[in-house]
């Protein structure tokens, strides 16, 4: 009965906030971000008086809010521009979380004696990992440049499979004091491939399989379909880690899979309608409950902290507070030099090639290195370290570890909440960058269109008489005479109820054929990669929603 008073108050506290949030808007003059309330929200549930405790289970967390946020993240990324940067990503993704552990964890070692080597690297890969919901929150939608934004999305889905791949080689060599660089190395890719493999063959499974089983039509009820959809995010996390595998890798390729089978003729468009829908509210609550669950951790954590260092005087509690402070500093140094590294090396390959002012400037260098955020992964990571040896002792600097992560969380967020809004004021806010593209879009579809409509007259006319090739030719021209004929199908001429039927029955016919054609022309141009992903996916939201209201209104007139 506990747990699900709890569960309540969790969803209650993240409807509130959507509600507090919108508030506040209103009020203040600056905007205060989502995660930032909810994580407020979490720190007042966590008062003593209201006796709501959660005991964070790490493994728990990751196995049931990290794989269906992932998943989701990975079908809504647009794949275009993740290829097109592919190179940024896996630099960040990789590169500076290697980079981080290595540098991070000798400078942890070496300010913080007592904190035993593995245990630093171990720290080090659980600060790596960025958090882009927590960016998303706080930026706000639109307002960091596209192309910057799908670079820190793309890192933020990549790099939490890096960083915790390599704690759990940090916990090891914790563990067993032996290491082997060239072990870890091979592990990695094997660990990585396998992930990326069985998410995306786990994906197409459940998509491909039911449909060509059960002969699904677009009359059929839709929630079975949907439910296999939340089930393969989980489904894919579960079994790659129970094969030695990345479960996060895989819930990402399981998401990227995901966006490519909903697109196809297998999945009815009333399904790809309840799904979008579905994920979109799932999306909310599970975020608004990571945040949560931080905020419930954080006066627990830090608070303990604080206390017992009070007890040996201020000067032990200054000295938490400047390992956090020196941390956050080494972390946001660190990315700074590895982005400015990596915008040196852009800027001489776009030199060679005659091209000047081809790479961002230090103003997207200083919001790549601030939209480093860091979230519930982080804390997830540090939780799970062992508490004690194989030999029964503690394991030294465990809470130590536990609270620099909390502080760097909370610091990141709050230069985040801060820095952010400096940076991006008076920044020329771009047009709809894919707002030609859109243009050409519709244009094709309509194009395409408009052929359909052609054809199918064409075979309607050739089966009618003349009146009935009359009406068909009236349904094509003239769509506004939909509401005249439905006023005559209310009328008592029974004549005039027959004319008006087989007018409504051609029109439907005729706009079927042309959503369908508008829908392949958009698959083609995405397939040329005409068009991105964000574009696809509008239009063909507006041409589902079309066919839903024609089909719906053709079953109830049939009623």
């Given at each position: 009965m506990d747990i699900v008073f709890t569960v309540l108050i969790l969803m209650l506290a993240v409807a509130l906030s959507g509600f507090i949030t919108s508030a506040l808007a209103s009020k203040l003059p600056f905007t205060l971000p989502l995660p930032l309330i909810q994580i407020a929200i979490g720190a007042c549930l966590a008062w003593r008086g209201l006796g709501l405790h959660v005991t964070f289970d790490p493994e728990l967390f990751m196995m049931l809010f990290i794989p269906p946020l992932l998943f989701a993240d990975g079908w809504r990324i647009p794949k275009r521009e993740f290829f097109m940067q592919r190179r940024a990503i896996l630099l960040l993704a990789l590169g500076l979380v290697f980079m981080t552990v290595g540098a991070l964890g000798w400078f942890l070692h070496v300010m913080i004696p007592v904190m035993p080597l593995p245990v630093a690297f171990a720290l080090a890969a659980v600060l790596s990992p960025t958090d882009a919901v927590a960016l998303s929150g706080i930026a706000g939608k639109g307002r960091i440049p596209a192309n910057l934004m799908h670079i820190l999305e793309g890192e933020a889905l990549m790099n939490d499979a890096s960083g915790l791949v390599a704690l759990k080689f940090a916990i090891a060599a914790a563990l067993t004091g032996v290491f082997s660089l060239r072990a870890a190395s091979?592990?990695?890719?094997?660990?990585?491939?396998?992930?990326?493999?069985?998410?995306?063959?786990?994906?197409?499974?459940?998509?491909?399989i039911p449909r060509r089983i059960v002969k699904m039509s677009e009359d059929d009820d839709p929630a079975?379909?949907?439910i296999l959809t939340l089930l393969i995010p989980f489904?894919?996390?579960?079994?790659?880690?129970k094969l030695g595998c990345s479960g996060i890798l895989s819930a990402v390729s399981a998401g990227m899979m995901m966006n490519f089978q909903s697109l196809r003729e297998i999945i009815p468009t009333a399904a790809r309608i309840r799904m979008t829908s579905t994920w979109t509210m799932i999306e909310f609550v599970f975020n608004g409950m990571v945040f949560i669950l931080l905020g419930l951790q954080f006066p627990h954590i830090i608070g303990r902290a604080l206390i017992e260092a009070h007890h040996d005087g201020l000067y032990q509690v200054g000295l938490l507070l400047g390992y956090v402070a020196a941390v956050v500093i080494?972390?946001?140094?660190?990315?700074?030099?590895?982005?400015?590294?990596?915008?040196?090396?852009?800027?001489?390959g776009a030199a060679k090639h005659g091209v000047s002012n081809a790479v961002p400037g230090v103003r997207t260098v200083a919001m790549t290195t601030i939209g480093g955020v860091r979230g519930a992964v982080t804390l997830a990571g540090v939780l799970s370290l062992p508490e004690v040896l194989p030999n029964g002792a503690a394991l030294p600097g465990r809470d130590l570890a536990i609270f620099i992560a909390s502080g760097t969380i909370l610091m990141s967020l709050l230069i985040g909440?801060?820095?952010?809004?400096?940076?991006?004021?008076?920044?020329?806010?771009?047009?709809?960058?894919?707002a030609a593209e859109e243009r050409i879009a519709r244009r094709h579809a309509a194009q395409a269109a408009i052929r359909a409509i052609d054809a199918a007259q064409e075979d309607l006319t050739g089966?009618?008489?003349?009146?009935?090739?009359?009406?068909?030719?009236?349904?094509?021209?003239?769509?506004?005479?939909?509401y005249r004929r439905r006023l005559e199908g209310l009328g008592d001429e029974e004549e005039s109820r027959r004319a008006a039927r087989q007018s409504e029955m051609v029109e439907t016919k005729l706009k079927m054929a042309a959503l369908r054609a508008e829908r392949s022309e958009l698959l083609k141009l995405r397939t040329r990669q005409a068009i991105n992903d964000e574009t696809l996916n509008k239009l063909m939201r507006e041409i589902d929603l079309s066919e839903t209201a024609i089909v719906s209104r053709k079953k109830g007139a049939s009623a």
């Open positions: 091979i592990s990695f890719v094997v660990i990585a491939v396998g992930g990326l493999v069985i998410g995306a063959v786990i994906s197409w499974l459940v998509t491909t079975a379909g949907v489904a894919a996390y579960l079994i790659a880690e080494a972390l946001y140094g660190l990315r700074f030099a590895w982005v400015w590294v990596l915008r040196w090396v852009a800027s001489r909440v801060i820095g952010l809004p400096i940076l991006l004021s008076g920044l020329k806010r771009r047009g709809d960058p894919h089966q009618m008489d003349e009146t009935g090739a009359a009406f068909c030719a009236d349904s094509t021209a003239r769509v506004m005479s939909l």
